[in-house]
T-cell receptor
Framework: EDQVTQSPEALRLQEGESSSLNCSYT??????LFWYRQDPGKGPEFLFT?????EEKEKERLKATLTKKESFLHITAPKPEDSATYLC?????????WGAGTKLIIKP | DTAVSQTPKYLVTQMGNDKSIKCEQN?????MYWYKQDSKKFLKIMFS???????INETVPNRFSPKSPDKAHLNLHINSLELGDSAVYFC????????????FGDGTRLSIL
């Protein structure tokens, strides 16, 4: 069965304290792994797509990496405005399979 | 210009009523989706349309009926609303039914009294 698991459920960091979020998956026929950011009262905002193991993508303080079983979203020197829920999804057949998200809180 | 727009943003109504949510995308995408996000923030696919044809119809009560008048619009009609229907409903679109990122509207928060 296709499945996506994100950890931790919640993460509190001090401003400037780097860390990583994990997304592990099992899927038959991966058609992309997607990272999104969701702010309260808003829809998920697309961040990255990764298609093959070893691929990396970067955007400002965020860097996403992919292996055959998991993806990491590395956050370097985060700022309070990076606080949000980060969602991971994998493409399978005609749909995305979603994880439950990691709520990230960056304290000033 | 908003890429994926939903109306209304908030919907408060009584149990048993019928209501509709509208969605429009101006991205030129072929595929559109409806999701339900519960209180635990988990996104659950409800329906997917590709070029106005239904391609995903998850286990959703038949009180929910999607309608796609053209590939830029996907509306959701809900009959006989129940307390358990309270949630945030998101519309999304993508250029492919899989393998391409989906772009989301800001959601419709449905509250059943």
């Amino acid at each position: 069965e296709d499945q996506v698991t994100q950890s931790p459920e919640a993460l509190r960091l001090q401003e400037g304290e780097s860390s990583s979020l994990n997304c592990s998956y099992t899927v038959s026929g991966l058609r992309g792994l997607f990272w999104y950011r969701q702010d309260p009262g808003k829809g998920p905002e697309f961040l990255f797509t990764l298609y093959s193991a070893g691929e990396e993508k970067e955007k400002e303080r965020l860097k996403a990496t992919l292996t055959k079983k998991e993806s990491f979203l590395h956050i370097t020197a985060p700022k309070p405005e990076d606080s949000a829920t980060y969602l991971c999804a994998v493409g399978s057949n005609y749909q995305l399979i979603w994880g439950a998200g990691t709520k990230l809180i960056i304290k000033p | 210009d908003t890429a994926v727009s939903q109306t209304p943003k908030y919907l408060v109504t009584q149990m048993g009523n019928d209501k509709s949510i509208k969605c429009e995308q101006n991205l030129g995408h072929d595929t559109m989706y409806w999701y339900k996000q519960d209180s635990k923030k988990f996104l659950k696919i409800m329906f997917s349309y590709n070029n106005k044809e239904l391609i995903i119809n998850e286990t959703v009560p038949n009180r929910f009926s999607p309608k796609s008048p053209d590939k830029a619009h996907l509306n959701l009609h809900i009959n006989s609303l129940e307390l358990g229907d309270s949630a945030v409903y998101f519309c999304a679109s993508s250029s492919d039914s899989a393998g391409q990122p989906q772009h989301f509207g800001d959601g419709t928060r449905l509250s059943i009294l």
